[in-house]
């Protein structure tokens, strides 16, 4: 299952996570975010022992979109140790997302 990220929450649930964090930027208006929302989902669900998987609605929280320099959406991406590893713009098909993830778990 995704958690809502916000601004107040960011520190906790993603820089002083424990294992790696998948963070999905996106938007409610935004075609590819909702076509990408189930891949997301899933990889929540099949590795929910190794990875946590958060979003971040960029309309709520323009600040960390601008932090992370999220210039389209959605972006994923990847945390380890408090710091972004990965990056993922636009559609990725499951096999590419398992593929980014692989690399850092």
């Not at 210039?71 to 990056?87: C, D, E, N």
């Not at 990725?92 to 398992?98: D, F, M, S, V």
Request: proline share 7%; net charge neutral; charged share 20%.
């Amino acid at each position: 299952m995704t958690a809502v990220i916000t601004q107040t929450s960011f520190e906790t649930d993603v820089l002083g996570s424990d294992k790696p964090v998948l963070v999905d930027f996106w938007a409610p208006w935004c075609g590819p975010c909702r076509m990408i929302g189930p891949v997301v989902e899933k990889l929540a669900r099949d590795l929910a022992g190794t990875l946590a998987v958060g979003k971040v609605n960029i309309d709520e929280h323009p600040v960390l979109a601008q932090q992370y320099d999220v210039q389209s959406i959605p972006t994923l991406l990847l945390f380890k140790g408090g710091q972004p590893v990965a990056r993922a713009t636009g559609f990725q098909g499951e096999a590419a997302l398992r593929a980014l993830i692989a690399k850092h778990l």
